[in-house]
């Protein structure tokens, strides 16, 4: 829950904060999510159906809305879904890499909609400023953002985002080798993993300027940390899917939602859904691992589009717009 600056820190999860006249109080507890024993057919039906709840409880506002589509999982499950509701967006607008781009575009078209691409011509350093002042200096990426999140709160109301449980069953953490080593008890083999692959490279800290020397490359703090972190969650069903969620979810990706792109006045996160959330945390990590419950979900709930390929199957190359 730490920050780069020593006096602030982030509200732990699953916390309530009390003012008074005494003072402030923070009172968190854990969150340990109840393992379910499903089989595959179950734990698809389910996210299915978890997932069209979630749709429901946050039906838009109006006409003037939007979707924020790229060639993953999230917003390609909330486009199939807003469709089958009959609620579709005015337009989906794609910022990014090439491969979006692409498959984006197979989207809009197999149903009729408008697709605009929203991508800056090159990195601008006033876009990276912005940045850094919308996550409270707390986020090393999501610069890129700036010009599509900009575009979409002049033009519209509302949209749609897939920042959520995604997390909790595709990640870099979630392979067998590294199961294994959690199933072993091997947290700290697990924190030089991630310590080594993940986030800022030794070059970064050596090209910081003098005045930022509390950004320190702590390799010793930051394993143990990540170790202390990894064994919180050792209770859970997903360890490292639950671990992933509370950490770089709640530190990181929530940033763009509920960060950078706050100047809507309306945005929906169903994956960020509490009822979808208790369910897809209490999946077995076997169970995921032998079939990811959501690109399964997809495919079952919308075999029509299934000939549309997913980002992540086409090669990667650089943007041509």
């Known amino acids: 829950n730490e920050t780069p600056f020593s006096e602030i820190k982030v509200l732990p999860p699953n916390s309530i904060l009390k003012w008074s006249r005494t003072g402030l109080q923070l009172h968190s507890e854990k ?5 379910q024993n ?40 909330i486009l199939f879904e807003l469709n089958r509701q009959g609620n579709l967006p005015s337009v989906c607008i794609t910022g990014g890499e090439q491969r979006d781009i692409t ?55 509302e949209a749609y985002e897939g920042t959520g ?10 392979t067998p080798h590294l199961v294994q080593y959690y199933q072993d008890g091997k947290y700290e083999q697990i924190a030089q993993w991630i310590y080594e692959n993940v986030g800022p490279s030794e070059s970064f800290f ?13 390799r010793q703090q930051a394993v143990s940390d990540l170790t202390n972190e990894l064994r919180r969650h050792n209770e859970s069903p997903n360890p490292l899917g639950v671990f992933n969620f509370w950490n770089w979810n709640r530190r990181a990706t929530a940033l763009n939602p509920f960060g950078i792109q706050t100047g809507l006045q309306r945005l929906n996160t169903p994956f960020m859904d509490k009822k979808l959330f208790e369910f897809v945390s209490s999946l077995d990590v ?6 990811e419950p959501q690109t399964a979900a997809i ?4 075999p029509q589009f299934n000939n549309i390929c997913f980002y992540s199957d086409l090669p990667l190359r650089p943007s041509s717009r």
């Not at 197979?106 to 090159?122: C, D, E, F, Y």
């Not at 050596?206 to 702590?218: A, I, R």
């Open 103 to 157: 498959v984006a575009e197979k989207l809009t078209q197999a149903l009729g909609l408008k697709h605009q691409v929203v991508i800056p011509r090159r990195i601008q350093i006033s876009n990276v400023q912005q940045k850094n002042i919308v996550t409270h200096f707390c986020a090393l990426e999501h610069d890129w953002l700036m010009p599509l999140s900009r575009y979409v709160a002049e033009h519209f109301f």
């Open 31 to 35: 969150i340990n999510p109840k393992p």
């Open 206 to 218: 050596e090209f910081l300027p003098e005045k930022f020397h509390f950004l320190k490359n702590e």
């Open 38 to 77: 499903l089989t595959h057919s179950q734990m698809v039906e389910g996210y299915i159906e978890y997932f069209r709840q979630a749709m429901e409880r946050c039906r838009p506002e109006s006409d003037d809305f939007v979707l924020l589509l790229t060639g993953g999982r999230d917003s390609r499950q």
């Open 299 to 302: 495919r079952e709930a919308f």
């Open 286 to 291: 076997h169970n995921i691992l032998e079939r």
């Open 165 to 174: 449980v995604g997390i909790l069953t595709r990640s870099e953490l979630l």
